[in-house]
């Protein structure tokens, strides 16, 4: 474990985000008015997110977007992150390859979460904003919500997915204690919750149900925005502070990555680790390969539709051109509840169309044999989540042993794993399974939609 | 929330521990062996530690002593941490004090514990010694000598006091995952334990019963020696990392403490961000108050009795001059499991009889106050032992508005308690307790204990 740190500075902090949009030769489809059939235009975006969320949200010709001085200083409670040479699991796996990674976890609700959360709890409190409303899964985005909107001094209520509210109590804890407000959706707080669980008294929630009820609570409340932590551009936009440090301490370290990795649930970690790169693969300077490491359970990249969907259940929101399972899908419940997303955002969706991103899908038990000897080699007890990126990274370390080649390989921890114990209890017990998705499920579940291929 | 970090690098992490041993002007009193009565000698050790461990325990001849490259080498996975200004909590307190803590909550297990579980870990290897055992409460110190354990290739048996084993199985998990392996204490491994478990089948355990065990696992078991994680002088001279850092760093903010404050069990993380900053008052160039914020439920240094007390239940260890509720003292349920030990390490306590320190016990619901505030303004939710420190720093800050005087407070965050959110749980939903001792219940377990006041 002769692991090796790069630390930045405070003052090493970027002080722009780097918007992809304005660099992409093929830009993304716009979304669209499910009603109409007619592009979304920003102003159409007012009633849900903060006008400056929005004008993000469709920024296609500002490369770099300044990130406001208030949003800075909160992210030095944290930031910079440490850039790790992985030397430990180097030794374990016996390879050539050079590991790196960018260590998200450190953050005070331990995922990069954080990024996003700062910046657009902050944009509402300029506005004039008082309440905000969101969705978590497993509770990371929820809990870097919470110390977000505590902190600029916002009301927050999360719809957290109910099987998560159940088995992840002491993620609802974290957020109580920064003081939000935690309901199990589906609840009998919206119409679209009290329809679900009229027809379904058992169904323990999903991302895409718990977002219904999120959106239909700002849509129906004064003064109250509806507040997403994946999928959207802007999102990925504000997680680009990893990838641009990372770029810099890559130069440090005297490397260049030629693979880079994230996991993948709604893009937010791997946008933020992939795009300060892939400019320079844009740019044709650079050529690394981009892998999303998703679960073999929700293969959305690897195995979805690319067509127009809507982000959640109930069908509130516009339909995003994106890699889709469909917005029915119900994924199993894997531990990894962050991944359990059906759709990729549309900026990963057109990149990978385009081929300038690459997917694998992941078993279970893969990813957290590959968490433990993280573990154990590095000291860090890695997110369910983020052992996709490692499980993925020692999948091209062993690769590189086999070719005999020396490959740098860069992945996102995006988070650690000290509130999922009870998931590695089960491992450790051999009580875990892998969930491959037939076919016929996903052809089923996309059948009727738009096919953009 | 504007907080400022202070960072060194890698290069300023500390080259040696500081001994105060060999610069208090009265040394503690022995150690005896409880049979002949005789000052123990460094050999007397060396069935139980490893040879290392042992000298440095008995050294009061050198002041510095050299950190070996290979445990500086592991110190870099998170050292040097950061020193944190507080400037959230001081504007919400309102105070023209200023606030600052050292941050080893960074720490891959959580908690300052690493500093020593590696140095202890590293001499049994250096030493050819193939397993060690210890003790654990709340599990923190547990989880470090894992992660140690399986860097340096030893097995590792830890007694878990039972309570603890039942109510944190997530700090049971992270040990496991390290690859260690977990004992309800008291159990029926022990001579010990079976004793104590036949007298009272229900006994839910202590910090007391299971250093009993895991000491007599030692002695019965070829090869094996045992580590502490706290109470003695080598431990104590191991967490010195964290003063010397912050040292440093009070430099970089042009600042020096009138008050330093840590929480206090049986003294490791209050040594280690004392004795470096103590040395100046010894020296006579400085005039800092060191305040050990203990829990009202176990009040050794606010209301023990200094006296020759074992430093176990089943008396199985050199008798150790201290403040102690006795040996069989049997504390409160409290959440700061980590504090719930019957005395005080040696040096600490002559320090304490000589006016050096001062001491103050904080009532369980205070602690909670204090780190719910403290989570909401800085954004790190603390472990409930690190919350004793809290409240007591902000007991400070408070007094300096009253008094109207700038005061610099530095206070040890020894760890986050991100495992411990039942605790918050429970104190959010009203029902957390103060727990008061009664005088007679003190005096009572020490009436049989001879004095050195």
Partial sequence: MDTKKFIL???????????????????????ENPQTKQPLKEEDLYPLFSRAAAHQE??????????????????????????????????????????????????????????????????????????????????????ALSLAAKHFGLELAVYMVKVSYNQKPYRRSIMETYGAEVIASPSMSTRAGKKIITENPNYQGSLGTAISEAVELAMTTPNCKYVLGSVLNHVALHQTVIGLEAEKQMEMAGEYPDIVIGCFGGGSNFSGISFPFLRHNIAGTANTRFIAA???????????????????????????????????????????????????????SQLKH????????????????????????????????????????????????????????????????????????????????????????????????????
């Fill in 58 to 143: 469709m920024n296609t010709t500002d490369t770099w977007i300044e990130i406001p001085e208030e949003v800075r200083d909160m992210y030095k409670i944290w930031r910079p992150t440490p850039l790790v040479r992985a030397i430990g699991l180097e030794k374990a796996l016996d390879t050539p390859a050079h590991i790196y990674f960018k260590n998200e976890s450190v953050s005070p609700v331990g995922s990069h979460k954080l990024n996003s959360a700062i910046a657009q709890a902050y944009f509402c409190k300029q506005e004039g904003i008082t309440n905000i409303t969101t969705e978590t899964g497993a509770g990371q985005w929820g809990a």
């Fill in 294 to 348: 998703e679960p073999e359970s929700c293969p959305k990249l690897t195995r979805g539709k690319f067509c127009y969907d809507f982000g959640d259940e109930a069908g509130y929101t516009p339909l995003i051109p994106m890699y889709s399972l469909g917005h029915n899908f119900a994924p199993a419940n894997i531990h990894a509840g962050g991944l359990r997303y059906h759709g990729a955002g549309s900026v990963i």
């Fill in 354 to 453: 385009d081929g300038l991103i690459e997917a694998v899908d992941i078993p279970q038990l893969e990813t957290f044999k590959a968490a433990t000897l993280f573990a154990r080699t590095e000291g860090i007890i890695p997110a369910p989540e983020s052992s996709h990126a490692i499980a993925s990274a020692i999948r091209c370390a062993l690769q590189a042993r086999e070719e005999g080649k020396k490959k740098t390989i860069l992945f996102n921890l995006s988070g650690h794993g000290l509130i999922d114990m009870s998931a590695y209890d089960s491992y450790l017990a051999g009580d875990l399974n892998n969930y491959h998705v037939p076919d016929t499920e996903i052809d089923s579940n996309t059948a009727n939609l738009e096919s953009l291929a």
């Fill in 9 to 31: 500075t405070e003052k090493e902090i970027p002080t722009a985000w780097y918007n992809i949009l304005a660099e992409m030769k093929n830009k993304p489809r716009p979304m």
